[in-house]
Antibody, heavy 127, light 107 residues
Framework: EVQLVESGGGLVQPGGSLRLSCAAS????????MDWVRQAPGKGLEWVARTRNKANGHTTEYAASVKGRFTISRDDSKNSLYLQMDSLKTEDTAVYYC??????????????????WGQGTTVTVSS | AIQLTQSPSSLSASLGDRVTITCRTS??????LAWYQQKPGKPPKLLIY???TLQSGVPSRFSGSGSGTDFTLTISSLQPEDCATYYCQRFLSYPLTFGGGTKLEIK
C-alpha cells in the first residue's frame, strides 16, 4: 500500500524558515516524480514544486510564488521528499501535501496525475 | 502561464441528477488534464486522468471528456457521497495549475 506521511509543519514568524518532510513507502520511490501542493485555509489547491525521478536527474520546477524562497529535494536512499521553506510570508500559511505522480520510470508528458497524497502538514506564518 | 477556468464555482443538485462541471484552458493542452475530488479535512482523491481515463477504484458514474481547451467532468447519477469539492488540474507545461474548484452540494 502506498503511503505518504508529511511532517515538519508548525508556527513560524514571517521571514523565518521551516523544513517539511514526506516519508514514502509501498512503492519504488526513485521511479516517481514527486510534488508539493498547498491549500490555504478555505481556499483551493495550489501546486508548489516538483522533483523529477532519478532517471531525469532529480531536476526541479517551482511555482512563481515560491521560486527563490523554497527548495524541493529528495533522498531516494531514505524514500523521503523535502521542502525547505525560507523567507516565509503570511501568505504561505497553508496545509502542505506531498503527492506522487502516478507514472513510473518514464520521461516527458503523458498520463500525469497525482494518484497518492499524504494527509498534509499545517504551516502557519504569523507574528 | 496557461489559465484554467473551472465552472460553476458551486452547484446544488438532487440525488440521481446528472451533474456536469467544466474546465477551460487558455491554451490547448491536448488531453493533459486530471480531475480530483476533495472532502473537508481530507486530501484530494484522483478521479480521472488523461481527460477521460477513470482511475482504478473510482465508480463508473464518474466520467471525463474533452481535449484541447475544453473539458468536462460528469457524474451520471448523483449519490450522497459525491458531496465534495472538485478540482481540475492541467499538465503539459509548468506551472501545474489547478482550477478554482467546484463545490457540489446535495439539495
Amino acid at each position: 500500500e502506498v503511503q505518504l506521511v508529511e511532517s515538519g509543519g508548525g508556527l513560524v514568524q514571517p521571514g523565518g524558515s521551516l523544513r517539511l518532510s514526506c516519508a514514502a513507502s509501498g512503492f519504488t520511490f526513485s521511479d516517481h516524480y514527486m510534488d508539493w501542493v498547498r491549500q490555504a485555509p478555505g481556499k483551493g489547491l495550489e501546486w508548489v514544486a516538483r522533483t523529477r525521478n532519478k532517471a531525469n536527474g532529480h531536476t526541479t520546477e517551482y511555482a512563481a510564488s515560491v521560486k527563490g524562497r523554497f527548495t524541493i529535494s529528495r533522498d531516494d536512499s531514505k524514500n523521503s521528499l523535502y521542502l525547505q521553506m525560507d523567507s516565509l510570508k503570511t501568505e504561505d500559511t497553508a496545509v502542505y501535501y506531498c503527492a506522487r505522480d502516478r507514472r513510473a520510470s518514464v520521461t516527458g508528458w503523458g498520463g500525469d496525475a497525482f494518484d497518492s497524497w499524504g494527509q498534509g502538514t499545517t504551516v502557519t506564518v504569523s507574528s | 502561464a496557461i489559465q484554467l477556468t473551472q465552472s460553476p464555482s458551486s452547484l446544488s443538485a438532487s440525488l440521481g441528477d446528472r451533474v456536469t462541471i467544466t474546465c477551460r484552458t487558455s491554451q490547448g493542452i491536448s488531453s493533459a488534464l486530471a480531475w480530483y475530488q476533495q472532502k473537508p479535512g481530507k486530501p484530494p482523491k484522483l478521479l480521472i486522468y488523461d481527460a477521460s481515463t477513470l482511475q482504478s477504484g473510482v465508480p463508473s458514474r464518474f466520467s471525463g471528456s474533452g481535449s484541447g481547451t475544453d473539458f468536462t467532468l460528469t457524474i451520471s447519477s448523483l449519490q450522497p457521497e459525491d458531496c465534495a469539492t472538485y478540482y481540475c488540474q492541467r499538465f503539459l507545461s509548468y506551472p501545474l495549475t489547478f482550477g478554482g474548484g467546484t463545490k457540489l452540494e446535495i439539495k
